[in-house]
């Protein structure tokens, strides 16, 4: 699937927290004054929300909505999706299963790698070669192939000026609803209105995979996608908005490798609530 060039979609945005919002890290360097679960920072002590955060988010979701009944129905026949899911006990492409998988994972042969890509990924036009990978491990990847769909870090705002929040809490008995011995904690959170940076690019995306990753980013628009940690306590609620998309293709990439201006086209404008 990348030994040709064929597309790119980059795809541009500002991620706004709707409600206060935590992405943790893990504090390697005790602090007497510090949070004991501080927000994921940047080398500059920036808050910065992990590429792998959003997409994981994301992928989530997907595959939560291709599971229901309405987006069952936006996979084409000639794309490979099993309702119920992929996972790491049930994956949709197993080579202890699968001996031509293996076979070919285990040979060396140049012409091999082609085929493999093809056995799993399909072959475009081709609807009785439609690939073993379903459409999320397509785009988020597999044990097998890359992602084709991948996410940057998204930077804090330049207008953030160590705006973070402490919010403290107390660790409760589920059964008598009363304190657990005292014991009690402190997140730290950056407040409602702050805002990120976002950058996406799909490698070599077809129809169906383009029109399921505008889904994916209206979904984001409509809050629909929360990140971080203490979600069912109200944070982690973000919005998407400003969304851009350039698309670089066999017929422009000369120019655009000429550093010749390739326009980048709306696909969402401003805030819309949910």
């Not at 994981?56 to 129905?73: H, I, K, N, V």
């Not at 475009?124 to 769909?149: E, H, N, P, Q, T």
Request: overall charge neutral.
């Amino acid at each position: 699937m990348f030994h040709k060039f064929i597309n790119r979609y980059v795809i541009t945005g500002e991620l706004e927290a709707v409600t206060a919002l935590h992405v943790g890290a893990a504090e390697d360097v005790f602090k007497p004054n510090g949070c004991k679960n501080p927000f994921f920072r940047n080398a500059d002590g920036k808050p910065l929300i992990p590429g792998s955060s959003l997409k994981g988010a994301m992928r989530s979701f997907l595959e939560q909505y291709l599971s229901s009944d309405s987006g069952s129905t936006i996979i084409p026949a000639n794309i490979h999706y099993r309702r119920s899911g992929c996972s790491a006990d049930h994956p949709c492409a197993d080579h202890k299963t699968d001996p031509d998988l293996e076979k070919l994972l285990r040979s060396n042969k140049a012409e091999d790698e082609k085929k493999l890509s093809e056995y799993l990924f399909g072959v475009a036009g081709d609807d009785k070669k439609r690939g073993k990978l379903c459409i999320v491990c397509r785009l988020f990847g597999s044990r097998y192939s890359a992602a084709k769909f991948s996410i940057r870090d998204a930077g804090v705002d330049d207008s953030f000026e160590d705006e973070f929040e402490i919010r403290s809490g107390v660790a409760v008995d589920r059964n008598f609803g009363t304190s657990v011995g005292g014991n009690k904690f402190e997140t730290e959170v950056v407040p409602k209105g702050t805002k990120f940076s976002f950058r996406a690019i799909l490698e070599n995306g077809d129809d169906t995979e383009w029109m399921i990753i505008r889904q994916l980013l209206m979904a984001m628009h409509l809050n629909m996608i929360p990140i971080g940690g203490m979600k069912s306590r109200g944070l982690g609620e973000i919005r998407l908005q400003k969304v851009r998309d350039q698309k670089i293709s066999q017929e422009n990439i000369a120019d655009y490798l000429s550093r010749k201006e390739i326009k980048f086209t709306v696909l969402i404008e401003e805030s819309r609530e949910a």
